[in-house]
């Protein structure tokens, strides 16, 4: 049974400062890695990709891949009161060109 | 450049009648999954479409549930005799098989059974 765990929080961050979010997946053949934001009420968007060890910065935001230990990492540097919201992480495994595998996600909650 | 498309984006239906969801993909996309979402719940995959074909439908309940996505036209999810559990948020996603899984999210439907 593949899986993604993430911690669901939730998770309180002071305004101003970074916001680190983990993720955890069992199948050592994944390929593709995402974050996903969801505001409450609305829908899953995509905010990041990774699919190759390292780090990959856009903007505030900062994906970590580490893929011998199984983990990708969502980092948010000066963290606003809009980047209030459950982050979803989700992995696709090596034998597929379609599915993902959800997290249930983290709530993040940035304090003014 | 129109994102993917949902309608309705509310519905409310009394138990045992029917419900139509529809989704129209991004521009360019070919590929149309759906998910249900409970409240305070993780994402639920349902069905993976192509034109005209079901791919994979592993997530769908074996009753009651169908899904479409005919060539020409949206997608749509199909709940047929509904119950008071079926209330949730339908989401449609779809992606362009040459950019990976990468997949993208209409507004969702939420579905209110009375």
């Known amino acids: 049974q593949k899986e993604v765990e993430q911690n669901s929080g939730p998770l309180s961050v002071p305004e101003g400062a970074i916001a680190s979010l983990n993720c955890t997946y069992s199948d050592r053949g994944s390929q593709s890695f995402f974050w996903y934001r969801q505001y409450s009420g609305k829908s899953p968007e995509l905010i990041m990709s990774?699919?190759s060890n390292g780090d990959k910065e856009d903007g505030r935001f900062t994906a970590q891949l580490n893929k011998a230990s199984q983990y990708v990492s969502l980092l948010i540097r000066d963290s606003q009161p809009s980047d209030s919201a459950t982050y979803l992480c989700a992995v696709s495994p090596w034998e597929s060109n379609y599915q993902l595998i959800w997290g249930a996600g983290t709530k993040l909650i940035i304090k003014p | 450049n129109a994102g993917v498309m949902q309608n309705p984006r509310h519905l409310v239906r009394r138990r045992g009648q029917e419900a139509r969801l529809r989704c129209s993909p991004m521009k360019g996309h070919s590929h149309v999954y759906w998910y249900r979402q409970l409240p305070e719940e993780g994402l639920k995959f349902m069905v993976y479409?192509?034109?005209?074909?079901?791919?994979?439908e592993s997530g769908m309940p074996k009753e009651r549930f169908s899904a479409e996505f005919p060539k020409e036209g949206p997608s749509i999810l199909r709940i047929q005799q509904v119950v008071r559990g079926d209330s949730a948020a339908y989401f449609c996603a779809s992606s362009d098989p040459g950019q990976g899984n990468e997949q993208y999210f209409g507004p969702g439907t939420r579905l209110t059974v009375t």
């Open positions: 990774i699919y």
């Open positions: 479409l192509q034109k005209e074909n079901i791919i994979d």
